[in-house]
């Protein structure tokens, strides 16, 4: 075979999976995989690792075909926003039919792989999938509210894996639901502050009442403040067999309040560094609370 057509063969099969890795944003995706299997430990006993297999793949399916479907909704916002505008549809490489083929068959098999492992863990990836892409994208131009709705289907991962587990939804997957979705407010606010400009571009309203001033922060501020409260929760013992040890509930509190640092500093300064800041420190939040919980959870 002459060298040139495999050279082209090779850029074309390297260019699809780049082209699939952010139609799905895989990133995104392989962070909310790992929010719901940290989820599923906090819930057992002993690990049962096919489950966690079953959870990670399904998981990944239905959050990626989330974002295919925003991307298909949103092909020409996309096109007018400096960070998006590189993604395959804007840029013509995928066709709508395309990534609208993908997005139907990560639905029906992520649906199929969670239903595996029980119904209610299929109806929980169902339902998220619903809400991102009939409710909150749709909002995204109309309303600042959109990111109360987006933080719904948000929050679900989390608890997901604690349904996986139980096969059960009670105060304990409550418990964890509440602490992803208070989390969000805060991430996508300084988000939403550092593309302010370009999200206006597109017609996005994503900061509160859509204006980028203290009044925005002193939201952020507040929200960040109850995702502290009830972050600590369980300490308490008031969200059935999940809790921590008092040590545990001081060292997320301090993570919690690492946060609320960087959003009072944006609230001095208003200046785009310091949002930067805030959302580097919430996904180290995320991140770290919930491995701080499995630990705790295994020194019992």
Same mark, same amino acid.
């Given at each position: 075979?002459?060298?040139?057509?495999?050279? @082209?063969?090779?850029?074309?099969?390297?260019?699809?999976?780049?082209?699939?890795?952010?139609? %799905?944003?895989?990133?995104?995706?392989?962070?909310?995989?790992?929010?719901?299997? =940290?989820?599923?430990?906090?819930?057992?006993?002993?690990?049962?690792?096919?489950?966690?297999?079953?959870?990670?793949?399904?998981?990944?399916?239905?959050?990626?075909?989330?974002?295919?479907?925003?991307?298909?909704?949103?092909?020409? &916002?996309?096109?007018?926003?400096?960070? %998006?505008?590189?993604?395959?549809? &804007?840029?013509? !490489?995928?066709?709508?039919?395309?990534?609208?083929?993908?997005?139907?068959?990560?639905? *029906?098999?992520?649906?199929? $792989?969670?239903?595996?492992?029980?119904?209610?863990? =299929?109806?929980?990836?169902?339902?998220?999938?619903?809400?991102? %892409?009939?409710?909150?994208?749709?909002?995204?131009? #109309?309303?600042?509210?959109? #990111?109360?709705?987006?933080?719904?289907?948000? =929050?679900?991962?989390?608890?997901?894996?604690?349904? =996986?587990?139980?096969?059960?939804?009670? $105060?304990?997957?409550?418990?964890?639901?509440?602490?992803?979705?208070?989390?969000?407010?805060?991430?996508?606010?300084?988000?939403?502050?550092?593309?302010?400009?370009?999200?206006?571009?597109?017609?996005?309203?994503?900061?509160?009442?859509?204006?980028?001033?203290?009044?925005?922060?002193?939201? $952020?501020?507040?929200?960040?403040?109850?995702?502290?409260? #009830?972050?600590?929760?369980?300490?308490?013992? *008031?969200?059935? #067999?999940?809790?921590?040890?008092?040590?545990?509930?001081?060292?997320?509190?301090?993570?919690?309040?690492?946060?609320?640092?960087?959003?009072?500093? *944006?609230?001095?300064? @208003? @200046?785009?560094?310091?949002? !930067?800041?805030?959302?580097?420190?919430?996904?180290?939040? $995320?991140?770290?609370?919930?491995?701080?919980?499995?630990?705790?959870?295994?020194?019992?």
């Amino acid at each position: 075979m002459d060298s040139t057509v495999i050279t @082209e063969t090779k850029i074309t099969k390297n260019t699809l999976l780049s082209d699939l890795k952010q139609l %799905t944003k895989m990133g995104l995706s392989l962070s909310v995989v790992f929010s719901s299997v =940290a989820g599923y430990f906090l819930a057992v006993d002993v690990i049962h690792y096919p489950t966690v297999f079953l959870l990670a793949l399904g998981g990944y399916f239905m959050v990626g075909a989330s974002n295919a479907f925003n991307q298909v909704i949103e092909k020409e &916002p996309d096109a007018l926003m400096k960070r %998006t505008k590189n993604r395959p549809l &804007p840029t013509g !490489r995928m066709s709508v039919n395309v990534a609208m083929t993908i997005a139907i068959l990560f639905t *029906l098999s992520g649906i199929a $792989i969670l239903y595996s492992i029980n119904p209610k863990t =299929a109806l929980f990836g169902a339902i998220s999938i619903f809400l991102y %892409t009939s409710v909150y994208t749709p909002l995204k131009p #109309v309303t600042p509210l959109s #990111v109360f709705v987006g933080a719904i289907p948000g =929050a679900i991962p989390f608890m997901l894996g604690w349904v =996986a587990a139980t096969n059960h939804f009670g $105060i304990e997957a409550g418990m964890l639901f509440m602490i992803q979705f208070f989390w969000q407010f805060p991430h996508f606010w300084a988000i939403g502050w550092l593309q302010f400009e370009e999200y206006k571009k597109a017609g996005f309203n994503m900061l509160p009442m859509n204006t980028k001033d203290k009044g925005a922060v002193k939201q $952020i501020i507040l929200y960040t403040s109850i995702m502290i409260l #009830v972050s600590i929760i369980p300490v308490f013992k *008031l969200s059935g #067999v999940f809790y921590i040890h008092p040590i545990t509930a001081i060292i997320v509190a301090v993570l919690g309040f690492v946060m609320l640092y960087y959003a009072v500093r *944006l609230h001095k300064s @208003e @200046e785009n560094i310091d949002a !930067r800041k805030l959302m580097l420190a919430s996904v180290l939040y $995320i991140t770290l609370v919930q491995v701080v919980y499995v630990v705790d959870k295994f020194l019992h």
